[in-house]
């Protein structure tokens, strides 16, 4: 016979009540813990990055507290022969762990499997921080164009492969039977 620890609710109710402190728990950490850390991040990363963007008169360098955008222009506004508007393309880089990573967090703790999954949700988010963050540089170094990488993996890959963790694991609990 076991022993069934007192409750003030029934076992329905304290599931549910696991799920909403587990949610807010998760968000809390989110908050409070991982975006100061991407923050912390970006403005050690930015004076170190704004001596090589000042030596090129095409790229503008803009920054919120995630997110840095830089903005390249084909050709400065005065050389324009047409004397209309310039092309110019934009790209992002901002560091992993971003509101995705929450997300998916969330969903899996929804599907109880976070403990299982955060070691390979964490392994994708950190392996895209690297690469974006050298597609950055390359970007800073070699050629204004590697800024497409990051932009990439970013904006693109980044969330695709969070939220496709999340589906992968759902389409796992839909054919392997409960225990």
């Known amino acids: 016979m076991t022993k069934q620890t007192p409750s003030f609710l029934p076992p329905r109710y304290s599931h549910y009540l696991r799920k909403w402190i587990g949610f807010c728990l998760i968000i809390a950490g ?90 390979p949700l964490s392994i994708i988010h950190i392996t895209s921080w690297i690469i974006a963050t050298m597609f950055l540089y390359a970007g800073l170094t070699l050629h204004p164009n590697w800024w497409i990488g990051s932009d990439l993996i970013t904006v693109y890959l980044l969330p695709l492969a969070s939220m496709s963790l999340v589906a992968i694991r759902y389409a796992q609990q839909l054919t392997i039977p409960s225990r």
């Open 30 to 119: 989110y908050f409070f813990l991982i975006r100061p850390l991407r923050v912390g991040f970006l403005s050690v990363l930015i004076p170190m990055i704004d001596p090589l963007v000042e030596s090129s008169s095409l790229i503008e360098l803009r920054h919120s507290s995630t997110t840095i955008i830089a903005t390249m222009y084909e050709s400065l506004p005065l050389e324009n022969p047409n004397g209309g508007l310039v092309d110019r393309h934009e790209y992002t880089y901002a560091p992993a762990f971003n509101m995705f990573f929450m997300m998916a967090s969330l969903a899996l703790w929804l599907l109880d499997d976070l403990k299982s999954f955060l070691l």
